[in-house]
């Protein structure tokens, strides 16, 4: 079977686990806190970073190159859409999440409310909080406006675009990051998205030390 | 035909625009500063960022989602190599550059030696030179590291791995960023990619007010 290196709160961690879940693709877990530098996980993966996989001799490194491995082997449930021009609008999207939103919204959130409050016990710097929620509503505009010409953010299907997304709101919302009021188009997606079976098991995950707001898995919210 | 929007000093482009030249797909080239956010360049990547690809409605936006495509509708000569596990290998080490070298070394180069000299009319921080170059030299060990196993970066044929790093490596050149004493199987390999037809039109370009220092562009340096 597939193992699964991840971190609760890394949102490439979460995008893996989503997608992996809606393919049908079963894995066991392994907890993985990156910023200790365990030696057997650099060994496995010299960048240092989750999620990476393994099964036997095979291992997997970077969400990207994971997912575009499962897209490969794995022909059902294919999550990029039908048509090439289908396929580069949703990487196109992944790599917005994952570039963008994780270095504008997420890398603030988890430097200032997860590293600095749950690892090294000090006060979250408050400016950069309000930097953080300043861009993640910036993006939520964005998610506003896809979603008002489209069904799902990368089309008329359900895809690893909305899986990308859904990953990293996740986590800025856990960490009280997101401020849903004036977003009705993404607030209606995103409870979609919660009311999933392969979405759920995500949010009934906590980090010691540190609660997501009371709002952060209810489907109405 | 396809154009493709770029700008000289950028890694993402350069990769983009080797793997094309490799896959022979013409296109022409528009130059664009992205800094500049030209309201047309915005309209067609909200990101704002370079490359982009264009012909007619089709419009292809991240270097990652546009290298894909590519590879999906050109089959001749594909750059991820044979096996899903080689192409695995090669998707990881393509964000290695695209994303580790990129954040430690060339972001560091381009604002200092590029963006603060050439368009503010300023001086570099000698710090963040230094720091961009202990990280260059990290990651040539781990070049020498690889290329002490295989023959090329990504496995045994040259592919999209070796044409990342050659971008990267580049434009970190470009802005004398890097030593290469001490570092001969890195040396030897850039020095076979800088002798391919297909890589020389990048190495023969000049950005207005920058010079490259006198090896940049020679076989034997």
């Given at each position: ?11 490439f961690?979460?995008k ?6 809606v393919?049908g693709?079963t894995?066991?877990l ?14 496995l ?6 999620p ?13 190159a ?7 082997v794995?022909e ?11 396929r580069a ?8 999440f994952?570039?963008k939103f994780y ?10 409310r ?20 300043r ?7 964005y998610?506003?406006?896809?979603l008002?010409?489209?069904a ?7 895809g690893?675009a ?13 960490l ?11 607030k ?14 995500l ?5 010691e030390?540190?609660q997501p707001?009371p ?7």
């Amino acid at each position: 079977m597939w193992r699964l290196y991840h971190f609760t709160l890394c949102p490439f961690s979460r995008k893996v686990r989503f997608a992996l879940a809606v393919k049908g693709v079963t894995h066991e877990l392994v907890m993985e806190r990156p910023w200790e530098k365990r030696s057997a996980f650099t060994a496995l993966n010299p960048a240092g970073q989750t999620p990476v996989m393994q099964q036997g001799h095979i291992v997997l490194a970077d969400s990207v190159a994971i997912l575009e491995h499962f897209e490969e082997v794995v022909e059902r449930t294919g999550l990029l859409g039908p048509k090439p021009e289908d396929r580069a609008e949703t990487r196109r999207l992944v790599a917005w999440f994952d570039q963008k939103f994780y270095a504008e919204v997420n890398a603030l959130l988890l430097a200032e409310r997860m590293y600095k409050r749950a690892v090294l016990r000090a006060s979250p710097d408050a400016a950069v909080l309000r930097q953080a929620g300043r861009m993640a509503d910036v993006h939520l505009d964005y998610i506003d406006y896809l979603l008002e010409r489209r069904a799902w953010l990368g089309g008329n299907q359900f895809g690893l675009a909305d899986i990308a997304a859904a990953a990293h709101l996740s986590v800025a919302d856990y960490l009280s990051g997101i401020d849903w009021d004036g977003h009705d188009p993404a607030k209606t997606w995103y409870s979609a998205i919660k009311s999933r079976p392969t979405f759920r098991p995500l949010l009934a995950e906590r980090f010691e030390g540190l609660q997501p707001p009371p709002h952060y898995d209810k489907l109405d919210f």
